[in-house]
């Protein structure tokens, strides 16, 4: 072939002529929480408000099937007021979650500081914590940098844990995003697009040192009730997550973000859904405006349709390969749709 005619992988989207049972499930087969969803600035841009007709996507959102849903993108500040102001005619639809600010650790002050930021939080009719990857593994006090286990934060998981709150984690990323963006890396396409995401070349952090700290947490802070996002971090080894569930009953995992990787692997998947149907909440990571992901992810756990699209659009993040429904029994559908996440949030 001359480099002419070549292809690039880019411009690669095979129609697959694959002809089996194919099913369109528009609603879920009961009630959905969607305990990781983001309605704000840090997941989208500056100009979220503009993105999203709140009381519009309330009804989208309604018409597939979701009850209610957490927002995960609260941030003290500007854009949390806004996000505030945006949203404030979904209350009553939305557990809002929020971070906690903890730039003043190691000052003299630093409990007191966080005990009242989360009577702001309650004040606020916050339902739980939400930690972002930049506490877990990007951020720097004072030039050092800080992570989950740091003896010092256990101010504010004895402080969740003390109001009965949730504290959601986000605590790595992907184990393909810590290795060279090369043609070997099974990510790569999106490394290229989204190079800040790569941290191969950082040697202070490394997937198997975030899974360390991630362990820390949940061993040494046993009072408190954690929510490992993305699958407890590591959907690609959902035998080393069965591990993790197994010593802690203080970890719950969401399934936010994972289609792509829970649906390659239908068997262990459908197999692990079964075993820890009590301790696994549905997530997306949906932003507001964009509900076709619902219908895909009820595909995936309702049905047993074959080689599928994980997502709506062209672009293969999460892995350019096609996914396998796993068709979850109604009593497991029930749990991880929304009974779980009641008991998690006390409702
Ligand atoms: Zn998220």
């Known amino acids: 072939m001359s480099n002419q005619e070549a292809i690039l992988l880019r411009d690669y989207r095979p129609n697959s002529e694959l002809i089996v049972p194919s099913h369109k499930i528009e609603r879920p087969a009961c009630p959905v929480i969607d305990i990781h969803a983001h309605f704000g600035a840090k997941y989208r841009s500056e100009h979220f408000e503009a993105r999203y007709h ?7 959102l309604k018409e597939r ?7 995960l993108s609260l941030f ?8 505030r102001e945006k949203t404030r005619v979904m209350d009553g639809f939305l557990y809002q979650f929020a971070p906690i600010d903890v730039s ?9 500081d966080v005990q009242r930021q989360f009577g702001r939080l309650e004040d606020e009719g916050v339902s739980g914590i939400k930690v972002w990857k930049n506490l877990a593994f990007q951020m720097k006090v004072k030039g050092r940098r800080i ?5 010092r934060l256990k101010a504010l998981w004895e402080e969740a844990a003390a109001r009965g709150w949730p504290v959601m984690v986000h605590a790595a990323d992907p184990p393909a995003y810590f290795k060279e963006p090369d043609s070997r890396n099974e990510r790569m396409e999106e490394l290229k697009a989204m190079p800040k995401w790569c941290y191969g070349k950082d040697a202070e952090i490394s997937f198997e040192g975030l899974m360390e700290q991630q362990e820390r947490l949940l061993q040494e802070n046993k009072e408190t009730l954690f929510i490992i996002a993305h699958m407890g971090s590591w959907p690609s080894n959902l035998g080393q997550v069965g591990k993790w569930l197994d010593a802690y009953p ?4 969401d399934t936010a973000a994972c289609l792509s990787e829970l649906g390659r692997q239908p068997y262990t998947a459908a197999d692990f859904f ?6 696994i909440l549905f997530g997306t990571d949906y932003f507001a405006g964009e509900e076709e992901c619902y219908g895909i992810w009820y595909r995936f756990l309702e ?3 074959e080689y599928f699209p994980h997502r709506a659009q062209d672009f293969p993040w999460g892995g350019r390969w096609n996914i396998y429904g796993i068709q979850l029994r109604q009593e497991v559908l029930e749990k991880v749709y929304y009974k779980n996440a009641g008991k998690v949030l006390g409702k």
Request: glycine share 6%; charged share 40%; net charge negative.
């Open 54 to 60: 709140a009381e519009a996507v309330k009804e989208a």
């Open 65 to 71: 099937g979701v009850e209610k849903a957490a927002a």
């Open 76 to 83: 003290p500040g500007l854009p949390y007021n806004r996000e």
């Open 104 to 112: 003043r650790l190691g000052e003299r002050d630093f409990e007191e």
């Open 147 to 151: 992570f989950l286990a740091d003896a």
């Open 250 to 253: 203080n970890m719950y995992v």
């Open 274 to 279: 079964e075993r820890y149907q009590d301790r």
């Open 303 to 305: 049905t047993r349709d």
